[in-house]
């Protein structure tokens, strides 16, 4: 099956490309597809512990699994949040 | 709920909200200033996942409205290059007091960084780098807790 895979800020950098269409075996989750990802372009496996998964533009967990067609975005952590980013603005 | 490449414009913000039955509009209004980190900044880049930013905005009105039901909010977040001093996000609540509008009002700016997917990278004097924060999961309770909290000191 093909899915649309999206990618933003670093992970975007990483890859040259915010959109790929990639082919994946049926069955496959959304964490199968991030590992095929790493396959494919290793310096990601630095962002496998921070990123987050929507899948449909909804959020989602890498167990999720997919289906032909489906887009699923992987997600570096957001621009805000953290205690010292508000103490710093 | 808006994420645009064009200028915000603040006061369309707060007319979204504001019926003849509120007596107040809070807005936030986030600028892109020329320091952070001891860096000189020259302009920052956002980068969003724009349909699930939308949607995001959407959740945190929801959730607003269970502490605020009285206190609709609208949230315009800019993308793209945005130099120092223009606005990156604008957002406004409405009530027919006061206290509702400004807490609903920080509750909202609050969630907008844990959670929407809003990625900046700052450009500053002598290269740029993505600026991160910690992922909150729009479902942690505790991360909506802690916001809440802060809406009401």
Sequence with gaps: ?89 | MMVTSAPLDVAAVAAAVAGAHDGAVATFVGLVRDHNAGRRVLWLDYEAYAPLAVKTFEQIAAESALRWPDAPIAIHHRIGRIEVGETSVAIAAASPHRADAFAACRYAIERVKQIAPIWKQEHFEGGEVWIEGATADPADDEARTLAFARACT
């Excluded at chain 1, 959304?30 to 630095?46: I, R, T, Y």
């Design chain 1, 1 to 89: 099956m093909h899915v649309t895979i999206r990618l933003f800020a670093r992970l975007r950098e990483v890859t040259g490309a915010s959109d790929l269409t990639r082919s994946i075996p049926d069955g496959s989750t959304a964490g199968d597809a991030w590992q095929a990802l790493v396959a494919e372009f290793p310096p990601l496996a630095d962002h496998t512990r921070s990123i987050s998964v929507a899948v449909n533009e909804e959020y989602a967990k890498p167990a999720t699994t997919l289906r032909d067609g489906d887009e699923v975005a992987f997600l570096p952590p957001v621009s805000g949040g953290c205690e010292a980013n508000e103490r710093s603005e």
